[in-house]
């Protein structure tokens, strides 16, 4: 029993133990809280900032670490934004420009043609190459003329006994000595006889195969020692002078061109070589399939790398604007059917809207939106806004 009583005394000493320390703890925050409000108090009456930094300390305690990166984050976009963006400009200027109507043709020589063997035999000599130049009338080629010169020789013998018994019967029936029937056939005997040796004289002149006219060999079919017969192909004579494009457009395009017009053309092989062509005629019918009329222009000045069948670009001017203000194609940039250009302005990017004219190649016509001497961004306006600090690197680059 005496056990019990002692283990009972010390769970209540336990106990009331608890409740002392709980409320020591409760004075203690109670006179903490206390000291607290007398400082608060003190700092406000004072006007001292100590309260302030107590509370940006606390906020800084308090933000967590994802908060300060996007506190870093913003702070480095702001500085992006203020930092120029590098740029190039092209001043606007004044010029010329025009509106063309274009369509693609092969070149090609208008005289050009096969020469052919007009005789049999064997190709003796060849004269000219692939390339070479030829004057009209040149010697290319000749054949063994051996059948042919004893043809004309037998040819010649025939025709002069023939012409000798023609004039004996001409004296003799003259005189009445031989019936006019005889006579007659004399006649018809020494005619056959010139013909026959006109005949053996053009075959033997075939036999040396010259130039129909001047101009270059293009290509070269025979060779030496071959058998050639009439008709085969031995050499391509083309004539460069003059080369001309033949262009179908539709009938409306047509519409106010006239023979003799100038024109541009362009190789496009090689597509910064440009000459000049005219127009030469013009079809006066329509196609009724296509619905196209024929345009044969003529090159007036073609240049040395141009060739028979070069594939070109003809352009028909249109229409022409003098004094207009230029843009570079790169400055324009485009929205559906908007457009606008970035004009530098102070080292700061203007956002300005355009309206445009006429195209011709990298330089396009503006209505409005700039002035002559503007100076234009035509590199780096990409990511640029109305307002955005540039850094020119090249200025005043030429428009053309």
């Known amino acids: 029993m005496t056990e019990r009583s002692e283990a009972k005394n010390g769970t209540r000493r336990g106990k009331r133990l608890w409740r002392w320390m709980s409320l020591a703890v409760a004075v203690l925050l109670l006179v903490a809280g206390g000291v607290t409000l007398m400082n608060v108090s003190a700092a ?46 092209a001043s606007v200027e004044e010029g010329s420009v025009s509106a063309y109507t274009s369509s693609t043709a092969n070149l ?30 040149q010697v290319l080629a000749t054949l063994v003329r051996d059948d042919q010169a004893i043809a004309f020789k037998k040819a010649q013998l025939q025709e002069t006994n023939a012409r000798a018994a023609y004039d004996r019967a001409k004296e003799l029936v003259e005189r009445e000595l031989i019936s ?15 013909q026959e040796l006109a005949e053996a004289e053009w075959a033997l002149r075939k ?11 293009t290509v070269r ?38 023979e003799g017009q100038d024109v541009q053309i362009r190789l496009d092989a090689a597509t910064e070589v440009y000459f000049a062509g005219r127009i030469r005629q013009i079809s006066p019918v329509v196609d ?15 240049p040395k790398q141009v060739r028979p069948g070069s594939f070109v670009t003809v352009n028909i001017v249109r229409e022409t604007h003098s004094d207009a203000l230029l843009l570079p194609r790169e400055a324009v940039l485009r929205e559906l059917q908007k ?5 530098a302005e102070d080292d700061v990017a203007e956002k300005r809207a355009v309206t445009l004219g006429l195209e011709e190649g990298e330089l396009i016509e503006v209505l409005s939106g700039v002035a002559a001497g503007d100076r234009v961004i035509v590199t780096g306006q990409g990511g640029l806004k109305d307002g955005s600090a540039v850094k020119i690197l090249i200025a005043d680059a030429n428009v053309g």
């Open 44 to 89: 406000r009456a004072n006007g001292a900032s100590t309260v302030e930094e107590s509370s940006d300390a606390s906020e800084s305690a308090a933000s967590t670490p994802e908060d300060t990166d996007d506190e870093k984050k913003g702070d480095e976009e702001g500085d992006d934004a203020k930092t120029p963006v590098p740029v190039e400009v």
């Open 108 to 137: 090609v020589a208008e005289s050009e043609v096969k020469v052919l063997s007009e005789v049999e035999g064997r190709v003796l000599t060849l004269r000219v190459e692939e390339g070479d130049w030829v004057k009209n009338g």
């Open 180 to 194: 006019r029937e005889e006579f007659d056939k004399l006649s018809i005997d020494y005619e056959i006889a010139q």
């Open 207 to 217: 036999t040396t195969i010259i130039a129909p006219f001047a101009g270059r060999i």
């Open 221 to 258: 079919m025979t060779q030496l020692g071959q058998h050639v017969r009439p008709g085969d192909e031995l050499f391509q004579v083309t004539d460069f002078d003059p080369l001309v494009a033949r262009i179908y457009l539709p009938e409306r395009d047509v519409l106010g061109l006239e």
């Open 288 to 302: 009724t399939s296509t619905g196209t009329v024929k345009v044969t222009v003529e090159a007036t000045e073609p």
């Open 339 to 343: 457009a606008h250009v970035y004009v």
